[in-house]
C-alpha cells in the first residue's frame, strides 16, 4: 500500500501557475511598481539565496510591471548577499515600444537599524516569444549526456558540501557522471557541469523558470578542484524560445579563472533540442 501511495504521489505533477517554484517566487503589489516579496529559505546553497531563484523573482515582477510577457534578456549585478525573509521589489518602465519593453527592478532587504540594503539590480527587455518567427540558423548542438538513469543525483552519494543544500530538495537534477569527478575527491579540472533538470514537483519549464535553470547546477568551480560557495557577481540570461515539456538538458563551461574571478557560460536545451536559453556569468572563485 505504501509503495501504491508513493508512485499515486509522484504521478501528481505541480503545473505552470500551481507549484513550489510560482508559490516562492510569487510578488505582491503595494502600490505602482512596487511589490513585497519572501525570499524562502527552500532556495538556499552553503549559506547564500540562489541567485538563479532571486532572478526568476526579479523576473515575475518585471513580467507584472511591462506590458510584453516573456524574458527575452535579463542581466542582473549581485550587489550584497541575500538572505531568507521579507523583500520589496521596485521596478521602473524604462521603454515600452510595439514588440519590445525595457524595465529596471532592484530587490531590497532591510538591514538591522530598519534601512533599505539593495540586493541586486536587474535591467530587462521583454517581448513575446510566441510571436518570433520559425527561421533558425544555427551551429549549436545539444550536450551529449548519458541517459537519465545513467546519470547521477543528490540521492545517489554525491559529497556534500558544508551548509545548506535546501535548494536539492526542490530540484531533480541528474549529473553527466564525466562531471561529477569533485564529489568523490577527483575533479576533472576541465570546469565542465553537465546534467539534466526539472523541478522536484514536476512542474515544467516556463520562460521565468529558465532564470532560475542557468545558475541552478554545482558550480564548475568544483571540477577545478575548488570547493565552497561561488559568489555571482553578474548574470545575463537570453531566453530565446518558449521550451517544450520535459526534462531539460544543461551544458555549464569556465574557460577561464583568473585573479579570483571565473566565466560560467550555460546552454540549455529542451526535450524538443531547441536551445532554449543561454547565459554568462562573472562569479567570485572560492576562496580557501
Known sequence: MAQAAAQESRAVRATIGDSEFDRDTAVT???????????????????????????????????????????FSVSAHYLTASVPGPAVIRTQVVR?????????????QYAQDGSEVERIRVLATYGDLDGLTGEIRTTARPPAIPPLDRCLGASDGTAPIPGSSAITERLDVKLDPATVGWAVGAPSGKGEMRGWFGLADGRDADPLSLLLTVDALPP?????????????????THIRCRPA????????????????????????WDSSDRLVAQSRQLARAPRG
Do not use: C, Q
Open 29 to 71: 503589489l503595494r502600490e505602482e511598481g512596487v511589490y513585497d516579496a519572501e525570499l524562502s529559505a527552500g532556495w538556499t546553497i552553503i549559506h547564500a539565496v540562489n541567485g538563479g531563484y532571486l532572478l526568476a523573482m526579479l523576473g515575475r515582477a518585471l513580467g507584472e510591471a511591462l506590458p510584453h510577457p516573456d524574458p
Open 220 to 236: 564548475t568551480s568544483f571540477e577545478l578542484g575548488l570547493k565552497g560557495w561561488t559568489p555571482t557577481v553578474e548574470l545575463t
Open 96 to 108: 515600452t515600444g510595439r514588440t519590445l519593453s525595457t524595465g529596471e527592478a532592484s530587490l531590497f
Open 245 to 268: 515539456p520535459g526534462p531539460l538538458r544543461v551544458s555549464i563551461t569556465t574557460r577561464n579563472l583568473a585573479g579570483g574571478f571565473l566565466e560560467e557560460d550555460a546552454d540549455v
